[in-house]
């Protein structure tokens, strides 16, 4: 069984950075393409970012390039989303997921595909 545990949410104002982190255990992380998704009140989950096994691919929501970038270190087993510039529009809670890849190029962007959850970390924007 995997486990995610995502932390670094909070309040900021508009224009603030923040970094959630992820950590993963349970099973060899390096094996995993890792996703960050979020979800908005009233809103469906939607995907922000992705990266492959090795780092060596990433793939952004279209409203978050340039703003936030996300990152890997496979010997602390965990993920990350830099986010800067924040907005309003970023509110929501957010969630990092695994999902088994089989080569070092996948990173997929629908939710569906993710095996693991973490349990979400609440980011709030002040406008």
């Known amino acids: 069984q995997v486990q995610l545990v995502e932390s670094g949410g909070g309040l900021v104002q508009a224009g603030d950075s923040l970094r959630l982190s992820c950590v993963v255990s349970?099973?060899?992380?390096?094996?995993?393409?890792m996703g960050w998704f979020r979800q908005a009140p009233g809103k469906e989950r939607e995907f922000v970012a992705v990266?492959?096994?090795?780092?060596?691919?990433?793939r952004y929501l279209d409203s978050v390039k340039g703003r936030f970038t996300i990152s890997r270190d496979d010997v602390k087993n965990t993920v990350y989303l830099q986010m800067n510039s924040l907005k309003s529009e970023d509110t929501a809670i957010y969630y990092c997921a695994a999902d088994w890849a089989y080569d070092y190029v996948a990173a997929r962007t629908t939710s569906t595909t993710y095996e693991y959850w973490g349990q979400g970390t609440q980011v709030t924007v002040s406008s």
């Open positions: 990266i492959s096994r090795g780092g060596g691919t990433t």
């Open positions: 349970g099973r060899p992380f390096s094996m995993y393409s």
